[in-house]
């Protein structure tokens, strides 16, 4: 009996660990540092964090929020303009004016949540989008036509987004980065956007010329906008919004509504 019940301790583990591998619950390696973050954020000091004033601001997810509760999505900020994920006694309720989904990564990923959270979107018209999560392990064209194949973008959703990150302290190549961006663009007749943090925008992006023409939705924490030029900033990635799980990247517009739709599909 002992050794049955040591049998079931060790294999547990490892059956639920390929249930999650199979329905893509769990980090990929080059995912790895934003879900480390984001652990640590969940457990710390995340709902504290405060929302820039701003007219449009948003949200990006992924599988790691699991499910989402569209009718009650919205921001609840304090006086200092804090936010949590419920109505509080001295909160007042902010809508999300735009949100952004995972839809890929690779050639071959493709995030469970994507199609309910467009559908949460389109039934409550919120402005939706969705980004591509740039992988090293295979080529542009692959994971182009994984991600036209799967996002299914429409008129007057916001632009296909690229998220471009170091993966083990790597990045892929310019060359490679342009390719997708140039079929993508082909296919939706608009111009993508680059998802970076400002580190890599400017030792990375800023010097080739190749990139000049694309819009960029640029991380930086700590209340202070990149020093560079961006369409978008990621303000936070441990804000709390009422209908979602744990910690969300919060999202600023740089401009106004009317602004936001030169960067929709047309």
Not at 25 to 46: A, D
Not at 78 to 92: E, F, I, L, N, V
Request: net charge positive.
């Amino acid at each position: 009996m002992a050794i049955s019940v040591v049998v079931l301790i060790l294999v547990l583990p490892v059956l639920l660990a390929a249930v999650l591998w199979w329905r893509g619950l769990l980090p990929t390696r080059e995912e790895m540092p934003r879900y480390k973050e984001w652990l640590v954020l969940m457990f710390t000091n995340w709902k504290h964090t405060r929302l820039p004033e701003a007219e449009v601001i948003g949200i990006d997810i992924s599988h790691y929020q699991g499910g989402i509760n569209f009718d009650e999505l919205c921001f609840h900020l304090d006086a200092s303009r804090r936010m949590y994920s419920s109505q509080q006694k001295d909160t007042k309720p902010r809508q999300v004016d735009f949100l952004i989904a995972k839809a890929t990564q690779g050639s071959r990923m493709q995030d469970n949540y994507y199609n309910s959270n467009k559908q949460g979107c389109r039934e409550k018209g919120i402005l939706f989008g969705a980004y591509h999560f740039y992988s090293l392990k295979s080529g542009a064209k692959a994971q182009a036509d994984n991600f036209i194949q799967y996002a299914g973008l429409q008129k007057g959703d916001l632009v296909p987004v690229l998220d471009v990150e170091p993966a083990d302290g790597k990045l892929p190549e310019r060359d490679s980065v342009l390719q997708w961006l140039q079929i993508v663009s082909k296919y939706y007749d608009v111009k993508p956007m680059i998802y970076t943090n400002e580190k890599t925008y400017t030792n990375y992006f800023l010097k080739s010329d190749k990139f000049k023409r694309y819009p960029f939705w640029i991380a930086r924490y700590g209340g202070k906008e990149p020093s560079k030029h961006h369409a978008m900033w990621q303000c936070a990635e441990s804000g709390r919004a009422g209908g979602v799980t744990g910690p969300v990247d919060v999202d600023i517009f740089r401009g106004t509504k009317s602004d936001l739709g030169l960067y929709v599909i047309k």
